[in-house]
């Protein structure tokens, strides 16, 4: 199964931005996918991730500090896409972004995509 982040884009500072990241068959919804970037500083930093809990419900991981209160990341498990919707971005939010599952980047559970650049800037 091959992960591919888009969505990307130029935005002004307090701007909002959504990325999509989609799979490219079926993923069980108890597998953690999430969203992970490489800022400018070349940094690398988890966001966050997602999947059901043994109850069916959705269980999100503790986002990064840097985007608390500003970042959401969100699943539909029947398209098999995750999102991370971006609002207030800084200048500090520009970087690649990248589809993310535990072992990420080396894990050859998954196929890899590139990831997608957004560039918060005025």
């Known amino acids: 199964v091959q992960l591919q982040a888009s969505g990307g884009g130029l935005v002004q500072p307090g701007g909002s931005l959504t990325l999509s990241c989609t799979a490219s068959g079926s993923i069980p919804s108890t597998d953690v996918l999430g969203w992970t970037r490489q800022t400018l500083d070349n940094q690398r930093e988890l966001i966050g991730g997602?999947?059901?809990?043994?109850?069916?419900?959705?269980?999100?991981?503790p986002y990064a500090d840097s985007v608390k209160g500003r970042f959401t990341v969100s699943r539909d498990y029947a398209k098999n896409t995750i999102y991370l919707q971006m609002n207030n971005l800084k200048p500090e939010d520009t970087g690649v972004y990248y589809c993310w599952a535990p072992g990420w980047p080396t894990t050859d559970k998954y196929k890899w995509g590139r990831g997608t650049q957004v560039t918060v800037s005025s």
């Open positions: 997602i999947a059901k809990d043994g109850s069916g419900s959705d269980d999100i991981a």
